[in-house]
Every structure is written in C-alpha cells, then in structure tokens.
C-alpha cells in the first residue's frame, strides 16, 4: 500500500542515538538514526547480529531509555516522557511482540489476548470478538483455554502477536515475530500481518529473512547502529509474492 501523509507521521526520530555502558566501556548500540514511518506503512528493519535493530525498537516502545535525540509517536514527542507516561502512550497507541512475551501466566490464553482491549476500554462483546478472530486466523482457537505455561515457545509468540494486535494499535512493533516458527505458522503470522496492513495497520518490524521483509512496503538496513539503506520494496513484486514465495528487494 502506498501511503499518501496525512497528519503527522505515526513514529518519527531525529538523530536518535543509544550508548550502553557496560562495566565502564561504551557501547554505541545505535548511532544517530533518523527514521521516518508514515501512518499506515509497512517498514522491516534488516541487519546483521549486533546492528543495533532491538536496541532501536526497545527505544521506539519506550522500553530503554535513549543516550540523546528525539522520539516523536503521532506528533508527540516521547522521549521525554516520564516512565508512567510511557506505560499510558504504550497502553494507548503501542502494540508489541518481541522476543520474551510477557504472557500472563495464571490468565488462559483467551484472557491474554483479550486484555489489552478491556483495558483499553472495549466493551467485553467487543473484546471476545477481537480475540476470536485473531486467535482463529493464527491457527489458535483450541488453545483459547490454556495456561501459556503449557503452549510451545511457537504458540507463545502467536498468542503475543495476537495481544498485540487485541487494541488496534496506532503502531505495531515487532522484533522477529516468526523468529521461532516453523514455515506453516510463519506463513499464518504474515498473512495476518499482511491483512491487519491492508486494513490501515502501522508495522515496524525486525526481521532477518527477506521473504518476511518482501510483506512490507519499505525496508530499513541497519550497519553498526546507523541506517545505510531504506528503500521501498517494489510494489510488482509485492503484488506477486506470497508467504512462501522469494522476493527481491530494491533501492
Ligand atoms: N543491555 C545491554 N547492555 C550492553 N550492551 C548491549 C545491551 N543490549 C544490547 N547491547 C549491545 O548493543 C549492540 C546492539 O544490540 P541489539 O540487541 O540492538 O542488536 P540486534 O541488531 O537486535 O541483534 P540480533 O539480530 O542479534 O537480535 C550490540 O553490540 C549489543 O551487544
Ligand atoms: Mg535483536
């Protein structure tokens, strides 16, 4: 989908840089990235181990805290924010999957997924016919009753993207969403995405194959912290793909 900005774009950063230091040496994990997602867009974050892409989305979701820069989130500047100010922006308008889920152990699966929603103020009726979509177009609705302590690390990761996804979030963030899946469930977890995009969807995700990178609409290539490639991925192609299909990326 081509997106035509209008308002302000749903996540922007100027000159964003994070140093870690550990045990007295600096480490740059991102230097000085200035990336722009327009409502609506498809962006993959590429890169090779240690480039600095976690790193980047941990900060975009107010999860680590940034060294200098700015982070703006739908016109507002969030990099300042206190951290219970985070945790309501997050609430509102953040969606996220990463690598470790964060189920909530003694909730069923069903409860997981609908949660975000309640807490968001979706009325139960609502809530329960979000969460029966998701879960069925993930290929998870005989799991609804279980503890997640009892689902396998791929079921995990599909039950999280589900309760990312429970709010309609203003942006989506994902670090690997099909990082432990085998190929059926990967195939599921993009054609949802590819659905929830085609809806008006804003997804930025890490990824390291580019068949998953083939989904979105541009890519950003991350080297030792900074972006040295961002280009669309051609729409033919796009079109033409599917899930299992291999993609070629251009810019
Ligand atoms: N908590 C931390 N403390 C110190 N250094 C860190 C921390 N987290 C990440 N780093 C360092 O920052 C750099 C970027 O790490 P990051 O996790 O963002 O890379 P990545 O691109 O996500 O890699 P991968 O593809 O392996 O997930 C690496 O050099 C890493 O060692
Ligand atoms: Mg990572």
């Known amino acids: 989908m081509t997106t035509a900005p209008s308002g302000p774009p749903a996540l ?6 994070k140093i870690y230091q550990t045990g007295g040496l600096p480490v740059p994990a991102v230097r000085g990235v200035d990336l722009r997602v327009e409502r609506g867009e498809f962006v993959a974050i590429m890169g090779p181990s240690g480039s600095g892409k976690s790193t980047l989305v941990h900060m975009l979701g107010g999860l680590d805290t940034r060294t200098s820069g700015e982070i703006w989130i739908d016109g507002r500047r969030a990099d300042t924010l206190s951290e219970s100010a985070w945790a309501i922006l997050r609430r509102q308008k953040i969606g996220f999957v990463f690598q470790f889920f ?12 609908e949660l975000p929603a309640l807490l968001s103020g979706a009325s139960p009726k609502h809530a329960r016919e979000r969460r029966e979509y998701l879960l069925g177009e993930l290929n998870l609705t005989d799991k609804a009753d279980e503890a997640p302590g009892r689902l396998s690390g791929g079921e995990q990761q599909r ?15 994902a670090d690997e969403p099909t990082g432990n899946l085998d190929s059926r469930n990967t195939r599921d977890v993009l054609r949802l995405l590819g659905q929830v995009h085609r809806q008006g969807q804003t997804i930025v995700m890490v990824t390291h194959e580019a068949r998953v990178a083939g989904l979105a609409d541009r890519v950003v ?6 972006i040295v490639d961002d280009g669309a991925v051609a729409p033919a192609r796009r079109r033409k793909q599917g899930p299992g299909d291999v993609v070629e990326l251009h810019g």
Not at 12 to 17: D, E, K
Not at 163 to 169: C, I
């Open 12 to 17: 922007q950063t100027v000159n964003l840089v």
């Open 159 to 173: 039950v999280a993207l589900a309760r990312a996804l429970a709010n309609q979030p203003q942006v989506l963030l």
């Open 102 to 113: 964060n189920l909530v152990g003694n909730m069923t699966v069903a409860d997981n997924v």
């Open 221 to 226: 290539t991350l080297l030792d912290g900074q």
